[in-house]
Nanobody, 122 residues
């Protein structure tokens, strides 16, 4: 089994920045894609970004493109999400995701972390 441990969530003011981290442990063999989703009450989980740990290619949702940056450390099986120019609309629980490839994560075929809350105040 793969375990995902997220960190870095917390209250931030609009316009501010925050970095989320997620470290994978356990049976990570074959895991090459990691990423982030977010969810607000009453809504479905929404794709945010994903990355190929080996090649570094990335995918972003239109809502965060240009503001968020995803990066990864293949040796540490860790993914980061640098969130800049945060808006109140970015308020959500952010979930780490891990799968066999970047595109797998993008379509939701992934294992999930427990989530970390990111409230953005106006």
């Amino acid at each position: 089994q793969v375990q995902l441990a997220e960190s870095g969530g917390g209250l931030v003011q609009a316009g501010g920045s925050l970095i989320l981290s997620c470290a994978a442990s356990g049976r990570t063999f074959g895991m090459n894609g990691m990423g982030w989703y977010r969810q607000t009450p009453g809504k479905e989980r929404e794709f945010v970004a994903s990355i190929s740990l080996s090649g570094g290619s990335t995918s972003y949702s239109d809502s965060v493109k240009g503001r968020f940056i995803i990066s990864g450390d293949n040796a540490k099986n860790t993914v980061y999400l640098q969130m800049n120019s945060l808006k109140p609309g970015d308020t959500a629980v952010y979930f780490c995701a891990a799968g066999s490839a970047r595109v797998s994560v993008k379509v939701g075929h992934a294992l999930w972390g427990q989530g970390t809350k990111v409230p953005v105040s106006s």
